[in-house]
């Protein structure tokens, strides 16, 4: 969370969103899955991961990273207002044992509305988008 909450007048286009770094273990990822009654072996199953489906490692579920995208986001608006949409699309896979990182920008203002849309992303340690989205908020 930042210190301060963002007013809408005080926002510029290009203004960064503060970082999250995230580093899910497989506990993490289990829980995660199984609230959500995901089934899917490359999940938790290690071995069959990597020898019927190919991966490297236990991949990440797609979901949890569009929810980091809503932590990234909501973490920064606080109680300023509310997200009122969010699209996101997973590009590439992520494994246990990755350091990924959620970030944001504001793209565009609209005063008149009271909206303000967000360029968000989830990079691997490289630094490539894996997980590219927008939002738009709506303030208070």
């Not at 007013?7 to 993490?28: I, T």
């Not at 609230?35 to 899917?40: E, F, Q, S, V």
């Not at 489906?53 to 606080?78: K, R, S």
Request: proline share 5%; aromatic share 8%; with cysteine.
């Amino acid at each position: 969370m930042t210190e301060a909450t963002p007013k809408l007048e005080a926002l510029s286009v290009g203004q960064e969103l503060p970082r999250l770094e995230h580093r899910p273990d497989n506990v993490q990822l289990m829980m995660y899955n199984a609230a959500l009654w995901n089934g899917h072996r490359i999940h938790f199953d290690l071995p069959y991961t990597q020898e019927v489906e190919g991966y490297p490692g236990l991949v990440i579920a797609g979901p949890l990273i569009g929810d980091w995208l809503t932590q990234c986001l909501l973490g920064w608006l606080g109680s300023a207002g509310r997200m009122t949409q969010l699209e996101y699309s997973n590009r590439a896979a992520c494994y246990i044992g990755e350091t990924l990182t959620s970030s944001g920008q504001v793209s565009s203002i609209d005063l008149k509305a009271g909206t303000a849309e967000i360029t968000l992303a989830v990079l691997n340690e490289a630094g490539e988008v894996i997980t590219p989205g927008t939002a738009v908020v709506a303030f208070d």
